[in-house]
């Protein structure tokens, strides 16, 4: 019997392609539901999804297991940018329109005369400042580093970056300081939402004969006589072991790890994620898919709208908002999920988003883990726990499994062994 740990995207990509080859297997998962961070939640009417999903693939065999699963709605992926009062269009460095002239002319200047050298860069500070100047980078792109990321831009490595920022030209950035019709240079050129059910309803197909045992924790893996212990005190055995489980796990799990195995699961840095979610009672609260909040006072890094992605998310008349804040150990959070809230609550209204008389629902929860973080050497650090997990014949998949920057497609494919 193969055994699957984790009922996420990862962990349902595995059981399907396994099922195709006539493998038995089941999986175990530590929640009540099965989705992981692809899941969503429920409160009076309002659906949220755990964070933004989007589906903007272009593989074409995990577009044809989505469009088996449901149909879906398509969006343009038109963002946006709060900074400083003003509301720029996504990306903003190349849409500087709504900022005051001498702001303009200290981005562009800067962008003229620095944004050139892109030799021997060794952090994502100097990776920033190469493609964007100095100003732009200190007064932008580093305080949003600081506020997704947790860590600050030096302190970060580039092997994560990829196409996920754009790098204008200048007559890309100077049309973008003049005029507000700028053409689209987000790196999709659509996102696809199930019209029913959340961004889980993507995995309906593969999950039809999926055999999924609910309330699961693991507490302890025996690789040696493999067998896998639960937090209600029953054991089960397996042949073969694949799990989603996050990597800085594994040093409480497996039983006699070495020190140094150990000590690289303690080196590895995450960041969490604090869901602060409203449903509002009026239809026209939401008005962008999503946007990012540069502002450093704000603790809010970027907000999506589950009600725009389908109107099914919210009851007829409603909209709804969520709201991402990210920790870390090295940037914790000390706040109550109350006080997150009525902090989101305040600092809306000071940018004109909604006040307190229009919610109905509001809900704050903590995902444990967000993101995998690209510190200097982080590398050397995953590979050391990987090696050591595939001498114990444990295969690792999804984000936090493989610990790498995973969209859901690629997380999916990540099942595929």
Partial sequence: MTVILGAGISGISASYHL??????????????????????????????????????????????????????????PIAYNYYNGSWLKHPAQNNLMPLSLDEKIDIITDFVQNANDKANLKN??????????????????????????TLEAKDLSTTWVGNRMYTPNLKEVLKGAFENNTPNTYYASQMRYPKKGGYKSFLNFMRENCDIKFNKKVIQIDSLNKIVYFNDNTIYNYDNLISSIPLPEYKNLITNMPLHIKEACDRLKYTSIALV????NRADIAKYLWFYIYDEEILASRCYSPSIKSNENAPNGCSSL?????????????????????????????????????????DCRILKYGNVIFYHKMENDRKVILDYLESLNIKTIGRFGKWEYLWSDQSLLSGIL
């Fill in 19 to 76: 099922n195709k080859k006539d493998i038995q297997n089941i999986i175990f998962e530590q929640d009540n539901d099965w989705g992981g961070l692809c899941g969503n939640f429920e409160i009076d009417g309002f659906r949220f999804d755990k964070a933004v999903h989007l589906s903007f693939s272009d593989n074409e065999y995990v577009k044809d297991l989505f469009s088996k699963s449901c149909d879906c709605f398509i969006h343009e």
């Fill in 124 to 149: 994502y500070e100097q990776w920033l400042k190469a493609q964007y100047g100095n100003y732009f980078s200190e007064n932008f792109a580093m305080v949003y580093t600081k506020k997704y990321w």
């Fill in 277 to 280: 979610s409203f449903g509002f």
């Fill in 322 to 362: 969520q709201f991402e804040i990210y920790f870390s150990k090295d940037k914790p959070l000390n706040l109550t999920t109350q006080e997150l809230i009525n902090h989101i609550i305040k600092k809306s209204k000071q940018m004109n988003i909604f006040d307190i008389k229009d919610i109905v629902v509001q």
